[in-house]
């Protein structure tokens, strides 16, 4: 009898590991199952998507002298501008340069200066939003003229204007140029643009922008980077569940109206929760993006494919011309002629008709159409023709 309960024992130790083990199974694979429903799906903050009416940035523009370069300078007789600007510069310090000789009479003017160290630049920089006087932002200048190199040479004091024609900063200070180059006996090397350069908090904004955020009664206005209903309805109904109903309306399908707190003070703090929200975006259009000057080819993930039958073949025509040279015997008092001789060769590849299936995902295109075996120069024109017949489900768009 002992024995026997024994063994009815270790069945029913061994019914509840595997009871328990069951369970816990079940477990893993609950867990494992809410897991899976619990994953977000692929979102964006809406700050990625949207801008705010007002909140913009303001491109400023310059000209002005770079000095103090290695003669690499600008060639005064093909940029006469250049020393038109420096004479005006030393008339405002009280330099005057066209005087007259009085023991030889003759007059030095500007054509005659001969300057290698002085070269004419533009200066651009942009002025971010809600700058203020006092703040500094970084300069871009570049060579106008023919200067070799601008490295090395120190920027004078230039003003920064707007589309308005007023002056919103003023820059000045030493160019970084990222190149380098050399030259000796007529050979030169040359590592990245010596012509353009940068400087680092070169310039002091004097001007503030006003930046219109709200309208009145609190109003705020944002507009989707890309035009979508989808996804403008899709941050309308985002905003409207964290705030409330009524508090963003979708004006048309780039701009929304959003009923922000009527206290500036708190319109930081609102704005600045609207763009912490995350909304997952629609799906872009099916699009191919076809570069006729490199031949690059770019598609997204919402391309597919028709079944269709391809034939492509390549027409070559070679055109070689020789010089024959007919030469006349000796004392026959004949004269050398030269003749051309050209031969024109028609050569056409075979192509042919081959058929391409049709693809669900980007990953079928990109087979189907490798399958081809086409150079990108050939692809461009077979997927020109692909929408044609409409086997290519995407919008070309040529740049």
């Known amino acids: 009898m002992v024995k026997i309960r024994f063994q009815r024992t270790r069945r029913s130790r061994a019914k509840d590991l595997l009871a328990a083990f069951g369970v816990v199974a079940g477990f893993v694979v609950a867990c494992s199952a809410l897991l899976t429903y619990a994953t977000p799906a692929r979102a964006e903050r809406v700050k990625d998507l949207v801008t705010f009416a007002g909140v913009r940035d303001n491109p400023l523009i310059g000209y002005g002298l770079v000095v103090g370069l290695d003669g690499t300078g600008d060639q005064t007789t093909q940029a006469p501008f250049t020393t038109q600007t420096l004479a005006n510069m030393l008339a405002n310090l009280g330099i005057s340069i066209n005087n007259t000789s009085s023991s030889t009479g003759s007059s030095q003017t500007l054509n005659n200066m001969q300057l290698k160290n002085v070269a004419a630049v533009i200066v651009t920089a942009t002025l971010p939003p809600f700058a203020r006087p006092g703040e500094q932002i970084d300069v871009t200048v570049s060579s106008l003229a023919n200067a070799k190199s601008i490295r090395g040479g120190t920027l004078l004091l230039t003003p920064l204007k707007g589309a308005d024609g007023q002056v919103y900063a003023l820059a000045q200070g030493n160019v970084a140029v990222g190149g380098a180059g050399a030259s000796a006996n007529g050979s030169r090397v040359q590592v990245n643009q010596l012509a353009a350069g940068r400087i680092s908090s070169g310039a002091t904004v004097e001007r503030a922008v006003p930046s219109p955020v709200s309208q009145p009664g609190g109003l705020l206005q944002m507009e989707v980077n890309d035009m979508d209903y989808d996804t403008t309805q899709r941050i309308v109904a985002a905003v409207n569940n964290e705030f409330g109903a009524g508090t963003a309306a979708a004006v048309d399908g780039r701009t929304i ?143």
């Not at 099916?286 to 034939?311: D, F, H, P, W, Y």
């Not at 075979?350 to 990109?366: P, Q, R």
């Open 257 to 399: 109206q959003v009923r922000g707190p009527g206290d500036p003070a708190s319109q930081v703090g609102f704005i600045a929760q609207i763009q912490n929200l995350d909304v997952r975006p629609a799906q872009p259009a099916a699009k191919v993006i076809l570069n006729a000057r490199t031949g690059s080819i770019v598609m997204n993930q919402m391309v597919t494919l028709e079944s269709c039958a391809v034939a492509h073949g390549n027409l070559s025509v070679v055109v070689n011309t020789q010089t024959a040279v007919s030469q006349p015997g000796a004392f026959s008092n004949g004269q050398t002629v030269a003749a051309r001789q050209s031969q024109i060769q028609l050569k056409q590849d075979n192509g042919a008709l081959k058929l391409v299936t049709a693809g669900a995902n980007l990953a079928e295109v990109v087979k189907a159409l490798n399958a081809l075996g086409a150079t990108p120069a050939d692809l461009m024109s077979i997927l020109q023709a692909m929408k044609a017949a409409g086997a290519l489900r995407a919008d070309l768009e040529i740049i």
